[in-house]
């Protein structure tokens, strides 16, 4: 038996060490910038609701459905460090319930 667990966390951020840097750097514009520059909003009472009857449960799970139906339906704003940002606020809010 192997000691050695390594925990993969998911993020939508991309792999690749070459975009890493540009999109780490998108990431925190958009977690430290101000509301109207975010591509996204978040409903803070249609989030707290969707929570609730999500049961508790997988919290992260949770998070990346939001995160994943959100910019399905606003396409024009999606990218991956506005996923990564989007999925890290409303994490970051729930935790803070």
């Not at 940002?85 to 319930?97: H, K, N, Q, V």
């Amino acid at each position: 038996m192997s000691d050695n667990n390594d925990v993969q966390i998911f993020s939508f951020l991309t792999n690749e060490p070459a975009n890493l840097d540009y999109s780490i750097f998108q990431l925190n514009l958009f977690l430290n910038g101000e509301e109207p520059n975010k591509p996204y909003k978040i409903d803070y009472h249609v989030l707290l609701m969707s929570y609730h009857l999500w049961g508790g449960r997988d919290l992260d799970e949770f998070c990346q459905k939001q995160t994943v139906s959100y910019f399905l339906m606003n396409p024009s704003n999606d990218s991956a460090e506005a996923r990564e940002a989007f999925c890290l606020e409303i994490r970051e809010f729930l935790l803070g319930m």
